[in-house]
C-alpha cells in the first residue's frame, strides 16, 4: 500500500467462500475515479484501516483510530463488532442488510416446499433404494407467519404470493403494516403462533427475539407446523426445540443457523429425520458482492458529496 491512505479498503476476509478479490474488482467497476485497494496480508490489513472507508466483517480493535472514517461490514448482523466503541471513535458503521433478500427468501420457501411435498421422506427412501408412495400436500390454504418484516421477510412474502397462501407478519412496530395479509406485534406473538403451518424466522438476534421459540412456543404451534430459521440460532430455544421434535410437537424444522453454531457432530438435532440442517447458506448468492458492491459505492458517492446520511448505517 502507498503512503497516502486509499479511499476505500477491500479486507482479505472473504464471504460464503467467495474471494475479497471479486468485491474489490466490483468497487473498482463502481468508482473508477477512486483508488480501491485490496489487502493481502495482515500488515496490510492492519494499515488499511487508515483508508476513509474500510470495508469487511471483522475490525481490529487496536486500529479504531488510524483514520477511517466508515466501516462497512460486510455481513447485515452488525452484534459481533465492537459497535460501542466504533461509535466513540467516531466510526459509522453501515451493514450489508438488503443483500440478502432475495437468495434467504428463496432458500425458505424451498425449504417449506420441501416438507410439504415430502421430499425429506423422498430422499430417506431413496437412499434406501426404496420405491414405495408416500402422501404429499400443498401449500395453498396454508397459513404462513413471517416474524420480521424486513429486507429477507418481505422477500419471502413476494415470493408466497402465487401460492395462494394467507400470511400473518410479526414485527416490532405492527403500526407501520407490511405485506402480509395481517400484522401483529411480539405482545400478539403467540396468536400469530397459533395459528401458523408454516413459520419463518427472518428477523434479528435481540433481547426480545431471544429464545423467542421456546418451550411455551412449541406447546402454541400446532402439531403439524414447520418452523424455518433463517434468522440467528438463539431465536429459537434448542433444548426446546430437540423437545419438541422427540414428543411430535410440531411435523418438522429447517434450520440454516442454530446455537450453537456450528452444530456439534453429537448434537442431537442431526438424527432426526424431519430436520433439514444447512451450514448458514441460505445467504449465499453469486451476486453478493455485486449487490454489497452498489451499497458500498453509493455511500462513497454520497461521503464525496457531504452527505453524512448513509445507506444502511446502524451507527
Same mark, same amino acid.
Given at each position: 500500500?502507498?503512503?497516502?491512505?486509499?479511499?476505500?479498503?477491500?479486507?482479505?476476509?472473504?464471504?460464503?467462500?467467495?474471494?475479497?478479490?471479486?468485491?474489490?474488482? @466490483?468497487?473498482?467497476?463502481?468508482?473508477?475515479?477512486?483508488?480501491?485497494?485490496?489487502?493481502?496480508?495482515?500488515?496490510?490489513?492492519?494499515?488499511?484501516?487508515?483508508?476513509? &472507508?474500510?470495508?469487511?466483517?471483522? &475490525?481490529?480493535?487496536?486500529?479504531?483510530?488510524?483514520?477511517? #472514517?466508515?466501516?462497512?461490514?460486510?455481513?447485515?448482523?452488525?452484534?459481533?463488532?465492537?459497535?460501542?466503541?466504533?461509535?466513540?471513535?467516531?466510526?459509522?458503521? !453501515?451493514?450489508?442488510?438488503?443483500?440478502?433478500?432475495?437468495?434467504? @427468501?428463496?432458500?425458505?420457501?424451498?425449504?417449506?416446499?420441501?416438507?410439504?411435498?415430502?421430499?425429506?421422506?423422498?430422499?430417506?427412501?431413496?437412499?434406501?433404494?426404496?420405491?414405495?408412495?408416500?402422501?404429499?400436500?400443498?401449500?395453498?390454504?396454508?397459513?404462513?407467519?413471517?416474524?420480521?418484516?424486513?429486507?429477507?421477510?418481505? @422477500?419471502?412474502?413476494?415470493?408466497?404470493?402465487?401460492?395462494?397462501?394467507?400470511?400473518?407478519?410479526?414485527?416490532?412496530?405492527?403500526?407501520?403494516?407490511?405485506?402480509?395479509?395481517?400484522?401483529?406485534?411480539?405482545?400478539?406473538?403467540?396468536?400469530?403462533?397459533?395459528?401458523?403451518?408454516?413459520?419463518?424466522?427472518?428477523?434479528?438476534?435481540?433481547? #426480545?427475539?431471544?429464545?423467542?421459540?421456546?418451550?411455551?412456543?412449541?406447546?402454541?404451534?400446532?402439531?403439524?407446523? &414447520?418452523?424455518?430459521? *433463517?434468522?440467528?440460532?438463539?431465536?429459537?430455544?434448542?433444548?426446546?426445540?430437540?423437545?419438541?421434535?422427540?414428543?411430535?410437537?410440531?411435523?418438522?424444522?429447517?434450520?440454516?443457523? #442454530?446455537?450453537?453454531?456450528?452444530?456439534?457432530?453429537?448434537?442431537?438435532?442431526?438424527?432426526?429425520?424431519?430436520?433439514?440442517? !444447512?451450514?448458514?447458506?441460505?445467504?449465499?448468492?453469486?451476486?453478493?458482492?455485486?449487490?454489497? @458492491?452498489?451499497?458500498?459505492?453509493?455511500?462513497?458517492?454520497?461521503?464525496?458529496?457531504?452527505?453524512?446520511?448513509?445507506?444502511?448505517? *446502524?451507527?
Amino acid at each position: 500500500m502507498s503512503d497516502t491512505p486509499p479511499d476505500v479498503a477491500v479486507l482479505r476476509q472473504k464471504v460464503h467462500g467467495m474471494p475479497a478479490s471479486e468485491y474489490a474488482a @466490483a468497487l473498482r467497476e463502481r468508482l473508477p475515479d477512486h483508488e480501491v485497494v485490496l489487502t493481502r496480508t495482515p500488515d496490510e490489513e492492519r494499515e488499511a484501516f487508515a483508508a476513509r &472507508v474500510v470495508t469487511g466483517h471483522r &475490525v481490529d480493535p487496536e486500529r479504531l483510530d488510524a483514520g477511517m #472514517t466508515v466501516f462497512a461490514c460486510t455481513w447485515a448482523g452488525t452484534d459481533h463488532l465492537p459497535t460501542d466503541a466504533l461509535a466513540d471513535a467516531g466510526v459509522t458503521v !453501515t451493514n450489508a442488510a438488503g443483500v440478502h433478500g432475495p437468495n434467504v @427468501a428463496e432458500h425458505a420457501v424451498g425449504a417449506m416446499l420441501a416438507f410439504t411435498r415430502g421430499f425429506d421422506v423422498a430422499w430417506r427412501r431413496q437412499r434406501e433404494r426404496e420405491w414405495r408412495s408416500f402422501q404429499a400436500a400443498e401449500l395453498k390454504d396454508s397459513t404462513v407467519t413471517v416474524v420480521g418484516l424486513g429486507a429477507i421477510g418481505e @422477500a419471502v412474502v413476494d415470493r408466497l404470493a402465487g401460492f395462494g397462501v394467507d400470511t400473518l407478519g410479526v414485527r416490532y412496530t405492527p403500526e407501520k403494516g407490511g405485506p402480509t395479509d395481517e400484522v401483529v406485534g411480539f405482545d400478539a406473538v403467540h396468536d400469530a403462533f397459533a395459528e401458523s403451518d408454516y413459520l419463518v424466522l427472518a428477523c434479528p438476534h435481540t433481547d #426480545t427475539t431471544e429464545h423467542l421459540v421456546d418451550r411455551d412456543a412449541f406447546e402454541t404451534l400446532p402439531a403439524e407446523a &414447520v418452523v424455518v430459521n *433463517v434468522a440467528r440460532g438463539p431465536v429459537i430455544d434448542t433444548d426446546a426445540l430437540v423437545w419438541a421434535l422427540r414428543r411430535n410437537h410440531i411435523r418438522g424444522a429447517a434450520l440454516d443457523v #442454530t446455537d450453537p453454531e456450528p452444530l456439534p457432530e453429537a448434537h442431537p438435532l442431526w438424527n432426526f429425520g424431519n430436520v433439514l440442517i !444447512t451450514p448458514h447458506n441460505a445467504g449465499h448468492t453469486p451476486d453478493y458482492y455485486e449487490r454489497l @458492491a452498489d451499497i458500498v459505492a453509493e455511500n462513497v458517492r454520497r461521503l464525496d458529496r457531504g452527505d453524512d446520511d448513509l445507506v444502511n448505517q *446502524v451507527v
